[in-house]
């Protein structure tokens, strides 16, 4: 059996993320992803079975890059009273998005393939955990709106992810417009009271 070539993986995660970013999730065939790295198609099956993996690879790429950049022990830090731990978490994801405004759009993208037939077969172990707790706290303790906290985490993504877009295609600045600027719109929408 051949020795998989870790680097060329992560040619090939490149290569679906382009083609996500270009055509939609729709677009990815085994058959792009080897032209666009420069190898036979059958190569690309060494790696990944088919092109749900592929799709999911990417997709757990992307929530393990906004893993390593979080600073998830600080949400976790119950002696930080829950609004600033809210405000540190809404932070964090403007922060990863500002710096890397395709990383959203590749969640998005792959997310709104459910819609379309196609399962997201990762998640089982939810990256969003100590989010959940986080939100799931807030609510409980009378901070946020009694609501499901997939609803906080859609509009905090939804925000950030419009506005980082905005600031990537030039309608924006993200100076104009900053975090301070931005923050007290999220905070209204989820606060309670």
């Known amino acids: 059996m051949k020795k998989k070539d870790m680097s060329k993986q992560a040619k090939i995660q490149d290569a679906v993320a382009a083609i996500i970013l270009k055509e939609g999730p729709a677009g990815v065939s085994t058959t792009k992803v080897a032209r666009r790295v420069g190898i036979a198609q059958s190569n690309v099956y060494l790696y990944f079975k088919n092109k749900q993996a592929l799709i999911d690879s990417v997709y757990q790429r992307e929530t393990q890059r906004i893993i390593n950049t979080t600073a998830l022990a600080a949400l976790a830090d119950e ?14 994801v403007y922060d990863y998005s500002l710096a890397h405004p395709d990383s959203l759009t590749l969640l998005q993208q792959i997310k709104s393939l459910k819609g379309q037939g196609m399962e997201l077969t990762v998640g089982a172990d939810d990256p969003n955990n100590v ?42 600045s993200s100076t104009a417009v900053n975090f301070d600027t931005l923050y007290p719109l999220i905070w209204d929408a989820i606060r309670l009271g």
């Open 79 to 92: 002696t930080v009273a829950l609004p600033e731990r809210i405000r540190m978490y809404v932070q964090q």
């Open 131 to 172: 989010v959940v707790r986080l939100l799931t706290a807030g609510v409980t303790a009378g901070v946020l709106k009694p609501l499901p906290v997939n609803l906080f985490m859609s509009l905090v993504f939804a925000v950030i992810h419009t506005h980082t877009t905005n600031v990537k295609n030039g309608l924006t």
